[in-house]
């Protein structure tokens, strides 16, 4: 911070003890105590460090700014430098001069992040933090008497934060300022404790304890910010092999009528997606690619990567454990982001931290895969979460989220070996919203949740297991686990009747499918010797081909085709809900 700066704070008058009467002017709230924190675990440490005096009414009415500037250093080094900052200063509202903990409104704590600490400093420096304007949210809610202080805050093990001067200036204005009123936070708060037990009560009745859940931190004024910024986009990317060309196909359908002259990553704030939806994620958002481009790099690598016929397949699965080399995807995932970034180690995490089109795609831990959530990827930072694996490279990323069990082979990145993203959460679209209310938290509007599927498949029947071994009921339990209708038919109505602006139509879902209606079939006994007897068939969907079947994506495609043609309406509204907050 330039010493100028410094120097006209230090300058101020001091806040006056007696505030019957204060002139209008910027004062200032000093402390020259040294204090440190330090977390232990991952839950937040939070200290005060200094406060204000009780406020009188006649006070709270006329202060326009505040901002703190704090003298401070972290403990200076960690393990993993992109894995985010986790030391930061916070200002609460406290009930009265004695309260040491943040005044409670509708079950919501009274704080809001200040700025974040200084990053791997070992020596002390200044720092400054975010201006708390005249209708910010803690000076609507500032009552008579409370109290404002300043906190220091810390999290997760090896983390401390140490501060030794600060100042907390105040700016009062001469007359009384017209504020909004105060932000109603209860309505948020039961949506999303609504959402919690649904939740809850899914996860109770399937025996699983890895769906998405909601954030801790969801319960603090911070996240639960009511300022005006535009609605959210955000887009979800099913997992489907070679079938994710047909969710390229809707994109663009979608793409064409919003915004023809822009790229996903300039519309959509946030692409989330597993398997082969976390790979196309990746190229939309990361590399940030056009659709068009997309799909003509996405038909090059399907033929060159599944390009096997099945007594190839058979053999390199008896002699490698997989039908597909994992070197070969490799390869081309690293010559396209070369091309892109210039250099194939390009780090998924974006240098800032904070882009404006964030992507995450999921794989899932082999070691845990039955009993653990899947593990985001992610290219910025969740200050809700920390990731598991920050540093990790987009080719690492692409491969993990893609490494379907028996196609390839894992991936071992740091302490996990990764599969497949697609075998806990085939259909990311819950994972995506959890997300989102952490990254921009509960009271931020959506225009547009857009889920796309790789094709609905046709009935999977389950076998009973046999004394006969049979890879048929593997592959029967493998479709039921990355079902991802199940998560449509879920979220379709909680994004729409929960998520902000509750009962306006948000959440679309675009899957191409070819309906078979139930039909009877005659059939004759063992040589028609006892007659005949009939098979009802259920009514079931037009098989859109295996995951590497390149050989049915014509067909696919064609079926996209005429399922883009006949959804042309509903297509037609979620480009309009794109673009109303393109404009």
Same mark, same amino acid.
């Given at each position: 911070?330039?010493?100028?700066?410094?120097?006209?704070?230090?300058?101020?008058?001091?806040?006056?003890?007696?505030?019957?009467?204060?002139?209008?002017?910027?004062?200032?709230?000093?402390?020259?105590?040294?204090?440190?924190?330090?977390?232990?675990?991952?839950?937040?440490?939070?200290?005060?460090?200094?406060?204000?005096?009780?406020?009188?009414?006649?006070?709270?009415?006329?202060?326009?700014?505040?901002?703190?500037?704090?003298?401070?250093?972290?403990?200076?080094?960690?393990?993993?430098?992109?894995?985010?900052?986790?030391?930061?200063?916070?200002?609460?509202?406290?009930?009265?001069?004695?309260?040491?903990?943040?005044?409670?409104?509708?079950?919501?704590?009274?704080?809001?992040?200040?700025?974040?600490?200084?990053?791997?400093?070992?020596?002390?420096?200044?720092?400054?933090?975010?201006?708390?304007?005249?209708?910010?949210?803690?000076?609507?809610?500032?009552?008579?008497?409370?109290?404002?202080?300043?906190?220091?805050?810390?999290?997760?093990?090896?983390?401390?934060?140490?501060?030794?001067?600060?100042?907390?200036?105040?700016?009062?204005?001469?007359?009384?300022?017209?504020?909004?009123?105060?932000?109603?936070?209860?309505?948020?708060?039961?949506?999303?404790?609504?959402?919690?037990?649904?939740?809850?009560?899914?996860?109770?009745?399937?025996?699983?304890?890895?769906?998405?859940?909601?954030?801790?931190?969801?319960?603090?004024?911070?996240?639960?910010?009511?300022?005006?910024?535009?609605?959210?986009?955000?887009?979800?990317?099913?997992?489907?092999?070679?079938?994710?060309?047909?969710?390229?196909?809707?994109?663009?359908?979608?793409?064409?009528?919003?915004?023809?002259?822009?790229?996903?990553?300039?519309?959509?704030?946030?692409?989330?997606?597993?398997?082969?939806?976390?790979?196309?994620?990746?190229?939309?958002?990361?590399?940030?690619?056009?659709?068009?481009?997309?799909?003509?790099?996405?038909?090059?690598?399907?033929?060159?990567?599944?390009?096997?016929?099945?007594?190839?397949?058979?053999?390199?699965?008896?002699?490698?454990?997989?039908?597909?080399?994992?070197?070969?995807?490799?390869?081309?995932?690293?010559?396209?982001?070369?091309?892109? *970034?210039?250099? !194939?180690? #390009?780090?998924? %995490?974006?240098? &800032?931290?904070?882009? $404006?089109?964030?992507?995450?795609? =999921?794989?899932?831990?082999?070691?845990?895969?039955?009993?653990?959530?899947?593990?985001?990827?992610?290219?910025?930072?969740?200050?809700?979460?920390?990731?598991?694996?920050?540093?990790?490279?987009?080719?690492?990323?692409?491969?993990?989220?893609?490494?379907?069990?028996?196609?390839?082979?894992?991936?071992?990145?740091?302490?996990?070996?990764?599969?497949?993203?697609?075998?806990?959460?085939?259909?990311?679209?819950?994972?995506?919203?959890?997300?989102?209310?952490?990254?921009?938290?509960?009271?931020?509007?959506?225009?547009?949740?857009?889920?796309?599927?790789?094709?609905?498949?046709?009935?999977?029947?389950?076998?009973?297991?046999?004394?006969?071994?049979?890879?048929?009921?593997?592959?029967?339990?493998?479709?039921?686990? *990355?079902?991802? !209708?199940? #998560?449509?038919? %879920?979220?379709? &109505?909680?994004?729409? $009747?929960?998520?902000?602006?509750? =009962?306006?139509?948000?959440?679309?879902?675009?899957?191409?499918?070819?309906?078979?209606?139930?039909?009877?079939?005659?059939?004759?006994?063992?040589?028609?010797?006892?007659?005949?007897?009939?098979?009802?068939?259920?009514?079931?969907?037009?098989?859109?081909?295996?995951?590497?079947?390149?050989?049915?994506?014509?067909?696919?495609?064609?079926?996209?085709?005429?399922?883009?043609?006949?959804?042309?309406?509903?297509?037609?509204?979620?480009?309009?809900?794109?673009?109303?907050?393109v404009a």
């Open positions: 911070m330039p010493a100028k700066v410094l120097k006209n704070i230090e300058g101020c008058k001091a806040f006056p003890s007696d505030q019957s009467q204060i002139p209008d002017g910027k004062y200032l709230i000093a402390s020259d105590e040294e204090r440190s924190v330090e977390a232990v675990d991952a839950d937040i440490k939070a200290e005060i460090w200094f406060k204000t005096p009780a406020l009188d009414i006649g006070t709270i009415r006329k202060i326009d700014r505040l901002q703190l500037l704090a003298d401070s250093h972290d403990q200076g080094y960690a393990d993993i430098t992109s894995g985010g900052n986790w030391t930061w200063f916070e200002l609460a509202i406290l009930e009265d001069e004695s309260a040491y903990k943040p005044r409670v409104k509708d079950g919501v704590d009274l704080v809001w992040k200040s700025h974040d600490n200084r990053f791997l400093e070992e020596e002390f420096g200044w720092s400054q933090g975010k201006v708390f304007d005249e209708q910010h949210d803690l000076l609507r809610l500032v009552e008579d008497g409370n109290v404002i202080a300043v906190r220091l805050c810390a999290r997760f093990s090896g983390w401390s934060i140490s501060a030794r001067k600060g100042y907390l200036t105040i700016e009062i204005d001469t007359d009384e300022i017209e504020r909004d009123p105060p932000p109603a936070y209860g309505d948020i708060v039961s949506k999303v404790e609504n959402i919690q037990a649904v939740f809850r009560e899914v996860n109770n009745s399937i025996q699983a304890g890895f769906m998405p859940t909601l954030p801790d931190g969801l319960h603090t004024a911070q996240l639960l910010s009511t300022g005006a910024e535009r609605p959210l986009r955000v887009l979800s990317l099913d997992g489907g092999g070679v079938r994710g060309l047909s969710s390229l196909h809707l994109l663009n359908a979608v793409m064409k009528k919003a915004a023809p002259d822009k790229k996903p990553c300039e519309v959509f704030d946030m692409i989330g997606g597993t398997s082969t939806g976390g790979y196309i994620a990746i190229i939309l958002g990361r590399l940030k690619m056009s659709v068009d481009e997309c799909i003509k790099k996405y038909e090059d690598f399907m033929v060159k990567i599944f390009n096997k016929g099945t007594l190839k397949k058979g053999l390199d699965f008896i002699s490698n454990g997989e039908f597909y080399d994992e070197t070969v995807l490799e390869g081309l995932i690293k010559q396209l982001i070369k091309e892109k *970034t210039g250099d !194939e180690n #390009t780090e998924l %995490l974006e240098a &800032a931290g904070n882009p $404006a089109c964030k992507v995450f795609c =999921m794989a899932v831990s082999q070691q845990a895969g039955n009993n653990r959530g899947p593990i985001f990827l992610r290219s910025y930072q969740n200050k809700q979460e920390m990731s598991l694996i920050p540093d990790i490279k987009i080719w690492q990323a692409a491969r993990a989220t893609s490494a379907a069990p028996a196609y390839f082979a894992p991936i071992t990145v740091g302490n996990y070996t990764l599969v497949d993203g697609g075998m806990g959460a085939n259909n990311p679209l819950g994972w995506l919203w959890t997300e989102v209310l952490a990254v921009f938290g509960p009271a931020r509007p959506t225009s547009c949740f857009l889920s796309i599927g790789t094709g609905m498949a046709a009935n999977q029947s389950i076998p009973s297991p046999g004394a006969v071994p049979s890879h048929t009921v593997e592959a029967a339990f493998a479709a039921v686990a *990355t079902n991802t !209708e199940l #998560t449509n038919i %879920l979220f379709r &109505a909680l994004v729409n $009747a929960f998520a902000p602006r509750p =009962m306006e139509k948000k959440y679309w879902r675009l899957n191409v499918s070819q309906e078979i209606p139930a039909w009877d079939e005659e059939k004759r006994t063992w040589f028609g010797l006892g007659g005949t007897y009939v098979v009802h068939h259920p009514q079931d969907y037009k098989d859109v081909g295996a995951l590497d079947d390149v050989g049915a994506l014509k067909a696919l495609i064609e079926m996209t085709g005429k399922y883009i043609g006949d959804q042309d309406a509903i297509i037609g509204e979620c480009a309009k809900a794109l673009m109303a907050a």
